[in-house]
């Protein structure tokens, strides 16, 4: 039964979305706040022959190649072809400092992956400072010439309800979860399915509730902002 509260709703989501832009994870790909040790989710960027992965995280213990704030990476201008920000902007103090450093680092062209939370419990790493809505994250990408390819948000009412069920009984004493979690699983089944039906995609105030947000952006090279082939 443990198993089942290893990842929350939310990371499944996050953990999917990395998985289907994959492809565009090519070149120098920086992961930004990344992790060699402990990492959370399912999810590892690829690290092969066409793909060099540089992971970048504040602290040393979670065994980066750069061990360096966000809003100052070690790395020259446009030296990088992919940066992958996912899960760190809540803990920031200043989110807009460090896309600004992801703007500089990323080569014209280069792709920036993001997720960030919304509807989603205060946790310190080290420490939780703030939000971002759609709105907010629209507005600094284009301030930072960014073309947003996609913007989407990671459920709905429905879900964000079963992340929260599934976070609280995972919280609970092991006899509880022996005894709640075959019927935890069948409600949260049951909400899962109601969150994708067109009644709840398609209402302002349903879908208006969110686990948080997912983002594919190109930075402008000033000629084209199509993404690249």
């Given at each position: 039964m443990m198993w089942y509260y290893r990842r929350t709703f939310r990371r499944r989501l996050v953990d999917a979305d990395l998985e289907r832009v994959r492809s565009?994870?090519?070149?120098?790909?920086?992961?930004?706040?990344?992790?060699?040790?402990?990492?959370?989710?399912?999810f590892r960027p690829p690290e092969?022959?066409?793909v060099r992965l540089i992971v970048a995280n504040l602290d040393p213990g979670t065994g980066p190649d750069l061990v360096c704030d966000a809003a100052a990476v070690a790395l020259r201008d446009a030296t990088v072809d992919v940066v992958v920000c996912s899960e760190l902007l809540e803990?920031?103090?200043?989110?807009?400092?460090?896309?600004?450093e992801i703007a500089r680092v990323l080569r014209p062209g280069g792709?920036?992956?993001?997720?960030?939370?919304?509807?989603?419990?205060?946790?310190?790493?080290?420490?939780d400072f703030?939000?971002?809505?759609?709105?907010?994250?629209?507005?600094?990408?284009?301030?930072?010439?960014?073309?947003?390819?996609?913007?989407?948000?990671?459920?709905?009412?429905?879900?964000?309800?079963?992340?929260?069920?599934?976070q609280a009984a995972g919280a609970g004493p092991r006899w509880a979860k022996?005894?709640?979690?075959?019927?935890?699983?069948?409600?949260?089944?049951?909400?899962?399915r109601l969150d994708s039906l067109p009644a709840t995609v398609g209402s302002p105030m349903l879908s208006s509730f969110t686990t948080g947000f997912f983002v594919v952006a190109f930075k402008r090279d000033g000629q084209s902002t199509s993404p690249p082939s």
């Open positions: 565009l994870m090519r070149g120098v790909v920086l992961d930004l706040g990344g992790e060699r040790i402990g990492r959370r989710g399912v092969n022959g066409s803990h920031l103090a200043d989110p807009d400092s460090a896309l600004a792709v920036l992956i993001l997720s960030t939370p919304f509807l989603y419990r205060l946790h310190g790493d080290p420490q703030q939000r971002l809505t759609d709105v907010r994250l629209r507005a600094m990408l284009d301030r930072l010439k960014f073309d947003i390819i996609e913007l989407r948000r990671q459920g709905a009412f429905f879900l964000v309800l079963a992340d929260m069920l599934h022996v005894l709640l979690t075959p019927l935890l699983m069948v409600l949260t089944g049951i909400l899962t």
